[in-house]
């Protein structure tokens, strides 16, 4: 499976837009982006995935680089409860067929 | 629906003990899984599998079972409870369309699971 890197931490004021990168510079062709945020201690949300194309939907954005080595989720009006960590994970198929690895995510914390 | 449902969600064991802990997913998906959370730490993948009689292992296998008798079921097994296993247990399922999980994993809220 790539490896994914993310900032650690990042911080965003409530109804601006959170910006959170990854990058991914080994994904292989096959290989889609997920992005999921786990609130407290709740199981994980599921937010976006996507394989090449910029995809929208009712909760957040993903924007994909061309080459595909990076990709940023947009989260476009901030809100409170937005606060949580917020996973970047490329899944694998094949033998892994679809199989997640997370790794340490991003703190995103909204603040008034 | 239901979604995916763990129990019990919190779980007390000596050291040696066995038990099961459960994962129900009612939306017919193919794909289901277990993950442990320690803290501070993102998810490791424990098992997964990929249909009815299909598992395999993930990450961090050693010292859990798991079976895929039913497409609805997938239980987790602990053989002999040991304190390293203490941690936070979560189910996923998903469908599997074109090597992707369509509409993404659909996780429980987890089993909070501590050996003494």
């Known amino acids: 499976d790539a490896k994914t890197t993310q900032p650690t931490s990042m911080d965003c004021a409530e109804g601006r837009a959170a910006n959170l990168p990854c990058n991914h510079s080994?994904?292989?062709?096959?290989?889609?982006v997920y992005w999921y945020r786990q609130i407290h201690s709740q199981g994980p949300q599921y937010i976006i995935h996507?394989?090449?194309n910029n995809e929208t939907n009712e909760m957040a954005s993903l924007i994909i680089t061309e080459d595909r080595k990076s990709s940023t989720l947009i989260l476009p009006h901030a809100t409170l409860r937005d606060t949580a960590v917020y996973y970047c994970i490329v899944s694998s198929g094949g033998t892994s067929y679809g199989k997640l690895t997370f790794g340490q995510g991003t703190i995103l914390t909204v603040h008034p | 629906n239901a979604g995916v449902t763990q129990t019990p969600k919190f779980q007390v064991l000596k050291t040696g003990q066995s038990m099961t802990l459960q994962c129900a997913q009612d939306m017919n998906h193919e794909y289901m899984s277990w993950y442990r959370q320690d803290p501070g730490m993102g998810l490791r993948l424990i098992h997964y599998s990929v249909g009815a009689g299909i598992t395999d292992q993930g990450e961090v296998p050693n010292g859990y079972n798991v079976s895929r008798s039913t497409t609805e079921d997938f239980p987790l097994r602990l053989l002999s409870a040991a304190p390293s296993q203490t941690s936070v247990y979560f189910c996923?399922?998903?469908?599997?369309?074109?090597?992707?999980?369509?509409?993404?994993?659909?996780f429980g809220s987890g089993t909070r699971l501590t050996v003494v």
């Open positions: 080994t994904i292989s062709g096959n290989e889609y």
């Open positions: 996923a399922s998903s469908y599997m369309i074109l090597g992707a999980a369509e509409g993404g994993y659909t």
């Open positions: 996507g394989l090449k």
